[in-house]
């Protein structure tokens, strides 16, 4: 197997590391995608092949992503190149170079006339033009086309905001932004979302889109999608200053809000008829249900243990974010307090393992939780089949669980990890581990 990518640190360190062209920097939102494999060339040389397809298809779906999203500026400019102008050339041409020379002056009127050219032949083929008649008049007035932002640039800057850096997240969120923007095209139009000014996008094709979602999938679904098209737009208006309302703002999605009753938390009768079914069998997806019950904490958190995680003098799991391991929010950075069985669990998968170890090694890692919570959904829906009850009902669970034994409600967030819109909330260090214990130990 050809291993271009695969470098080896002085510590003797298997990484992949693969340098993004240049065209497409601004896409990936990184000028190097790199991957640690570890110290053992085996195991390295299997994860280098799995990292070398996603990598694959990420340059693959971006490539797309610039081929549809490319301003008529930027197509003068990658043309300008091909036809032999020099940076400083375009610089000039954009108004940051000075004075145009004879040279210069000529060559933009050769490559005027080639525009010219293939605008005509498109025409004959009934094809559309590459470049707009407006970017041709640009050049013969020797200047660059104006930028021009679109619904198609909007979701590209969105995507460069939102990359983390972690290879597998960076890679589904592209493939997910990328969908989106086939479905507008679809429902709007291809030269509405790739090429007409983003001030032109009106309230009656935001609403064309919703209504187009809601045929093909439930109001949550509808929901997610357009919370990736409006803030991608509202990033765009504040980037640029740009003198617009956004038609996707507050836009009503009927039966997308959320209730009580949209997911269920799983009811004591629900957990004792489980447990026989999800305390035995499989070492870690017992363990993964026992620390689940008894904290509250979200799957990819539990699934992301290390053994230097697990304090035992303290009794308490340190949720911490490191390397591709990220964490929802900043306050789901914490400390949470174990049961003496979720204790037990996980010192028994943590024995003979080094600090930096994952207790969970099949599940740990960008999404592979997701393996995780489909083991543990085949187990649950063999005794539990009301389909408002998941695994993630077991943090819905807790939260009531603290609920009714009066816990105040910043201690629960706290515990749980969620976000409090208090700015007091973020001073401090927070409540006392002990203070935890006592509210937990209630729910147990």
């Not at 997910?176 to 032109?200: D, F, S, Y």
């Not at 980037?239 to 959320?258: S, V, W």
């Not at 993630?392 to 706290?414: F, G, I, Q, V, Y």
Request: overall charge positive; proline content about 4%; some cysteine.
């Amino acid at each position: 197997m050809s291993t271009p990518h695969l470098k080896v640190s002085p510590s003797g360190h298997y990484q992949y590391r693969f340098v993004v062209p240049e065209a497409l920097r601004g896409i990936v939102g990184k000028r190097e995608i790199k991957k640690s494999l570890g110290k053992d060339r085996t195991r390295a040389l299997k994860m280098y092949a799995q990292v070398e397809r996603e990598t694959e298809r990420l340059l693959k779906s971006v490539k797309a992503t610039a081929s549809v999203d490319a301003s008529d500026r930027a197509l003068i400019i990658r043309k300008m190149r091909q036809f032999g102008f020099t940076e400083k050339d375009i610089n000039t041409v954009g108004g940051h170079g000075g004075e145009l020379s004879d040279r210069l002056d000529e060559g933009l009127s050769i490559f005027q006339d080639e525009l010219i050219t293939e605008y005509e032949d498109a025409e004959d083929r009934g094809k559309s033009p590459a470049v707009s008649l407006e970017a041709i008049r640009a050049i013969g007035r020797k200047r660059l086309p104006k930028d021009t932002y679109t619904v198609a640039s909007a979701l590209t800057h969105y995507l460069t905001m939102k990359a983390t850096g972690v290879h597998a997240r960076d890679l589904a969120l592209t493939n997910r932004v990328n969908k989106v923007k086939e479905r507008l095209i679809a429902v709007i139009g291809k030269h509405e979302v790739t090429k007409r000014p983003l001030e032109k996008l009106t309230r009656a094709e935001a609403r064309k889109f919703r209504d187009a979602l809601a045929d093909e999938m439930a109001p949550p679904s509808v929901k997610r999608t357009i919370e990736i098209v409006s803030p991608a737009i509202n990033k765009m208006i504040k980037e640029h200053d740009l003198d617009m309302k956004n038609p996707f703002a507050q836009l009503e999605i009927k039966g997308a809000t959320n209730s009580r009753d949209a997911r269920l938390p799983l009811s004591e009768d629900d957990m004792t008829a489980l447990a026989p079914t999800m305390e035995k069998g499989d070492a870690s997806l017992a363990a993964l249900w026992v620390v689940l019950r008894d904290t509250g904490a979200r799957l990819g958190e539990v699934c992301n243990l290390r053994r230097m995680d697990v304090d035992e003098a303290s009794r308490c799991m340190r949720i911490r974010p490191y390397g591709d391991h990220t964490l929802k929010t900043k306050n789901s950075e914490r400390d949470v307090p174990l049961s003496p069985k979720a204790l037990e669990v996980l010192k028994s998968l943590a024995s003979d393992l080094a600090p930096e170890a994952t207790l969970f090694k099949r599940y740990a890692g960008p999404r592979r939780s997701e393996k995780a919570s489909a083991a543990l959904m085949k187990r649950l829906r063999t005794v539990v089949t009301d389909t408002k009850k998941t695994i993630h009902s077991l943090r819905h669970r807790m939260k009531d669980l603290l609920r009714n034994t009066d816990c105040p409600e910043s201690l629960a967030k706290e515990i749980m990890g969620h976000s409090e819109a208090g700015v007091a909330f973020n001073y401090g260090a927070g409540y006392a581990l002990n203070v935890k214990r006592a509210a937990l130990e209630k729910a147990w």
